[in-house]
């Protein structure tokens, strides 16, 4: 009986070692009972009760490995946490950057997977939690700082801008093809010095770049700005 005891005690030391592995979680209340019931095991063995030394060491590794098990839980959980906080910066950074407007489809996928993580994580669902939100990251991956397209264009001399609506349709920022000048002709025919010359421009006169493919367009188009063309930003 002597030996089973003394087997048992070095069984529950060692499983007692296992959680300080995850020091943040160790003081939890099964490793505290744990702990407990092993100092009345080791007590119980000193004093030649080896029956109780037993009884106790068992409660003392049953409680170990609760305590394992808890620490394991509050691991995951904190992987799940983390992972949920990272999605939830990234999905606001990419709102920063226009997201919504730009990448539509990966913003809208985005959320909808940051409020499944969030679901899953106050239903103690950890694993859920965790995977939607590095989904939701994964999403946000193909987002990166675009500069909007231009809306207008400043017309300006000639020579040398030789600016026309055959030339401005051409350049990569507009459309990125001068059979396209007619977009712009319609859209400012209205206002030129002769409506029906759509190759009388006058310097200073603003032209309006209209969307033909849903792109987003915002201010001026500057001339020492460099664009992502306008072919990489429609489908």
């Known amino acids: 009986m002597k030996k089973i005891a003394c087997s048992i005690l070095i069984a529950v030391c060692l499983s007692g070692l296992l959680p300080l592995a995850a020091a943040t979680y160790d003081n939890n209340e099964y490793q505290r009972k744990s702990r407990a019931y092993s100092a009345l095991a080791a007590q119980a063995y000193d004093d030649g009760d080896y029956t109780a030394a037993v009884d106790y060491a068992n409660e003392a590794e049953k409680n170990a490995k609760l305590s394992a098990e808890f620490i394991q839980g509050m691991l995951v959980r904190s992987d799940a946490e983390k992972a949920l906080y990272a999605a939830r910066t990234r999905y606001a950074w990419a709102k920063g950057l226009k997201a919504d407007v730009y990448f539509p489809g990966a913003y809208e996928s985005a959320g909808e997977s940051i409020d ?29 700082e675009i500069v909007p397209l231009p809306a207008t264009w400043k017309v300006e001399l000639w020579n040398p801008s030789k600016d026309c609506l055959w030339n401005i349709a051409a350049n990569p920022a507009v459309y990125g093809n001068p059979l396209m000048w007619e977009k712009l002709y319609e859209a400012n025919k209205k206002n030129l010095a002769q409506p029906s010359n759509p190759n009388l421009l006058l310097p200073g006169q603003i032209i309006t770049i209209p969307s033909v493919k849903g792109e987003y367009r915002e201010g001026a188009y500057d001339r020492d700005r460099k664009y992502e063309p306008f072919k990489n930003q429609v489908k």
Do not use: G, I, R
């Open 116 to 144: 499944a993580s969030a679901a899953a994580f106050a239903m103690e669902s950890w694993a859920e939690a965790k995977a939607s939100a590095q989904a939701a990251l994964d999403a946000l991956s193909v987002v990166k």
